[in-house]
């Protein structure tokens, strides 16, 4: 079931990567011993394996933007402060 994709950049959201995408699924297995059969199902996480090398816009490697889409883009402080002043609270008073 994967399929080919085109996917935005994580990091500078321009360049085109093109990408294997396998969906989440779920996949049963079965054990056999020498009295019985026993059968148990379990969920398969979705997953990109990029094709290209680096990313045609921003440079970025191959493992830098697996690594990306896996574990998700780390917002900087800076973002971080901006939300929190857009909230309404004062960031130099939290602990």
Known sequence: MPEQKM???PFCEKGNISSIYTPKMLVTKRSRGSAKT?????FTDEKYEIIVDKCPNCRKS??????SLKEGKQTS?????????????DPTKLK
């Open 7 to 9: 996917i935005k950049c």
């Open 38 to 42: 026993k059968s148990y199902s379990y």
């Open 62 to 67: 191959k493992k830098e933007i697996e690594k």
């Open 77 to 89: 402080n800076e973002e971080i402060v901006k939300r929190l002043k857009e909230a309404g609270l």
